[in-house]
């Protein structure tokens, strides 16, 4: 499947956290396969594993989400200072060459907690650095990209053809909720991707209270019984 746009980060949204990415597949006849694919660490053993994913992902034309920790990135403070005499380099190396060999099949990167380790320290940020080298739209903390495929099926009152519109927030996340104490961290996560959710929904001149309607509507109705629904009447006509 070929990607007829260029993916373009918007600025404006750099000031709130976010960052933003488009992407066109608006000729695509066939299904868009999305691969997401993170917490690699930069060890030669999980880039060679990813490496085979990543020939799949490519040979049948899908999209590729790289979700954060794609290198360890140890410093001098880390408890794990260069375990096994490997330095921060090498891994740097090894995701810098997967970047080259499958960056037109990279839609996007985005930090993770063991990415920062260097930028909280020095203030230099090396994943960001690769990025910009291979022209792949990065975030140090969370995305959100907007896919248009194919076309909708035509309704029968409406002859426009419209794209398929998908939208995919990404962020890496930080530590699970199951440990006593950690219950705060998915707090913070939530609160992460429902403020990146107002922000698109302004975007579109929406907001929560829209989404709260939707909810009501939807009461008492499957999920199932709701979708069909949908596919007939996409617009909500009556």
């Not at 076309?151 to 939208?167: L, R, S």
């Not at 440990?179 to 913070?188: A, D, I, M, P």
Request: with cysteine; proline share 3%; net charge positive.
């Amino acid at each position: 499947m070929q990607d007829h746009s260029r993916a373009v980060n918007c600025k404006s949204f750099d000031d709130i956290g976010i960052g933003l990415v488009s992407k066109d597949f608006k000729g695509a006849t066939s299904p868009l396969r999305l691969c997401g694919m993170g917490d690699i660490h930069g060890s030669a053993r999980a880039v060679k594993l990813v490496r085979k994913e990543l020939k799949k992902v490519q040979e049948c034309g899908g999209r590729v989400i790289m979700t954060g920790d794609l290198i360890d990135n140890r410093t001098k403070h880390s408890i794990s200072f260069y375990h096994g005499g490997e330095a921060p380099m090498s891994e740097i190396d090894r995701i810098g060459e997967l970047f080259e060999e499958f960056k037109d099949n990279i839609d996007t990167v985005v930090g993770g907690n063991h990415c920062h380790r260097t930028w909280k320290e020095t203030g230099e940020d090396p994943l960001r650095r690769l990025c910009m080298t291979h022209k792949i739209p990065y975030h140090p903390d969370a995305m959100t990209i907007i896919y248009r495929v194919g076309k909708q099926k035509c309704v029968p009152h409406n002859k426009a053809q419209h794209p398929n519109i998908y939208t995919v927030f990404v962020s890496h996340g930080s530590r699970s909720g199951r440990k006593e104490g950690n219950k705060l961290h998915v707090v913070w996560e939530s609160t992460d991707v429902i403020f990146h959710v107002m922000v698109l929904l302004a975007h579109y001149g929406l907001s929560i209270d829209d989404v709260l309607q939707e909810i009501r509507r939807r009461e008492g109705v499957s999920g199932i019984d709701e979708k069909k629904a949908r596919a007939v009447n996409p617009t909500g006509a009556k």
